[in-house]
């Protein structure tokens, strides 16, 4: 079963005294994150502290992502160059401010001989990124979910950052993943206190085809996860349809009386891979 990607809990790099407790904190990924969290002068120590803690043995947790900055910037290139140099590599990267596919392919170039098994994360955060999500989105078969940043892409539209104002890009990053038949993650939710907000705001994008959602706290983890969890009707149902269509072994199969074709599969497949099987 593919790993899961249901939440990307964002640390800050130049803060490795929270690293152990991020990769604990039930998150599927962690991203230990170079770009916005670090300020400049502090980039290097951050960059540093972040190769070391991925030189040490991998504990039982979350994956351990490196969210690089754009790679389109000196910080990015020395980001890269600092992985190439490591003793051991992340097991994926988030590279933000995408907004061609040649930015994915170059850094897949570059890491992939050197990881061959590590996985990327392309974030759309601008209006030319979104105009190329649907290239963006099938650049490499290491790509395992395409992002959005909200804040950066209303900066850019002077659009707001409310449902119907993110609705449009939302849906467009969502098929263009759908397409390329990898996770969509939709971009954090930042009033802390509003536990019912964020939930919410998870179930809907849900229903536009978002399967993850970033965080920056621990505590949204377990909110998140909530919300995109199938009923446990839904999830009864899938597992009737799954284990029908494999001892059919290519014949007919009805569940409930209902002729079940390879996209109801599909559905139900992804329905037991968010509910943990």
Do not use: C
Request: no cysteine.
């Amino acid at each position: 079963m593919p790993s899961l990607f249901r939440t990307l809990l964002f640390v800050p790099g130049s803060r490795p005294d929270r690293f152990d407790k991020a990769v604990q904190s039930g998150a599927d990924v962690v991203a230990l994150d170079l770009e916005d969290a670090v300020a400049p002068p502090e980039k290097d120590m951050a960059r540093r502290g972040v190769i070391d803690y991925l030189a040490r043995p991998s504990t039982h947790g979350a994956r351990r992502f490196v969210r690089i900055n754009s790679p389109k910037t000196v910080h990015g290139v020395r980001d890269l160059a600092a992985l190439l140099e490591a003793p051991a590599g992340p097991d994926g990267v988030v590279i933000p401010m995408v907004g061609s596919v040649e930015e994915v392919r170059w850094v897949d170039g570059l890491l992939g001989a050197r990881f061959p098994e590590i996985r990327l994360s392309a974030v759309i955060e601008t209006t030319e990124g979104l105009a190329n999500a649907g290239t963006i989105a099938g650049a490499s078969p290491r790509l395992e979910a395409l992002g959005f940043g909200a804040a950066d892409f209303t900066a850019e539209t002077g659009g707001e950052q409310s449902w119907d104002g993110l609705l449009v890009a939302r849906s467009q990053i969502a098929f263009a993943a759908a397409r390329a038949g990898i996770v969509a993650t939709d971009g954090v939710w930042l009033a802390l206190d509003d536990e019912a907000g964020l939930v919410a705001e998870t179930r809907r994008v849900a229903e536009l085809g978002f399967r993850s959602k970033a965080t920056i706290h621990p505590k949204q983890v377990a909110p998140i996860h909530g919300a995109l969890r199938p009923s446990e009707d839904d999830i009864t149902r899938a597992r009737r349809i799954v284990e029908a269509f494999e001892a059919a072994k290519g014949g007919v199969v009805t569940v409930d009386g209902r002729m079940i074709d390879l996209p109801l599969v599909t559905r139900a497949r992804r329905t037991l891979a968010l509910a943990g099987g």
